[in-house]
């Protein structure tokens, strides 16, 4: 967490405490997402989410540049200024390899598909790429064949596309990393930890 955040003071050239972070875990490759939101009292709107599915880097570097992008690259929002840095909630969900789903009958797979465990990426050529992160499934209260079609229109297909054998499916898993407050304590939660918005709502 404190590589994420630091790494986005600094693109913002805000002071940043360096602290000298020592664990050979961060030195492993690995695969890693970052998101920001942004902290309205007792809600939170997203501000950017950018990560990488491939392990190209030590996860304490991927960590680093997902941070960066997320808060300067997401192409859904402007990036981020001086004056927000107080108010974002930084989450980190640090991945296991994709998956590809195999199975005989394309209309099976919302079987093998876990909410709350885990998360999808759909892949259609070199054109076509969605992916959603366990949480999200969770947090809209969906089932596995929503989540396969929610997923599927975030690759920019239709939301049967899972139903193509020429799509590709994967599943990954996904552990999460969220300050409970801007700059505030750190949680550790899996994706079935995530609270239903829809139960949020009606108490």
């Not at 927000?84 to 199975?103: A, F, G, H, S």
């Not at 790429?129 to 999200?136: A, F, H």
């Not at 396969?148 to 999460?176: H, N, R, Y």
Request: aromatic share 6%; hydrophobic share 40%; proline share 5%.
């Amino acid at each position: 967490m404190r590589i994420a955040r630091n790494a986005i003071k600094r693109r913002l050239k805000l002071k940043v405490e360096e602290v000298r972070i020592e664990d050979p875990i961060l030195k492993k490759y690995g695969m890693a997402f970052v998101t920001l939101e942004t902290s309205m009292g007792d809600r939170y709107e997203l501000r950017g989410c950018i990560g990488y599915v491939e392990a190209v880097a030590p996860i304490g570097e991927v960590v680093e540049k997902a941070a960066v992008a997320a808060a300067f690259s997401d192409p859904r929002f402007p990036p981020v200024r001086r004056d927000e840095i107080d108010e974002l909630i930084v989450e980190v969900t640090v991945l296991t390899k994709p998956q590809v789903l195999e199975v005989e009958d394309r209309r099976s797979l919302p079987e093998v598909v876990k909410v709350g465990e885990d998360g999808l990426i759909v892949e259609k050529g070199i054109t076509y790429s969605g992916l959603l992160l366990p949480q999200v499934a969770t947090e809209y209260c969906w089932d596995s064949e929503t989540f396969l079609g929610e997923t599927c229109i975030k690759a920019g297909l239709m939301p049967d596309c899972w139903l193509d054998k020429s799509v590709k499916i994967k599943k990954f898993q996904g552990v999460i990393f969220r300050e409970s407050e801007p700059e505030g304590d750190v949680k550790f939660l899996r994706p079935s930890d995530v609270r239903c918005k829809l139960e949020e709502l009606i108490g």
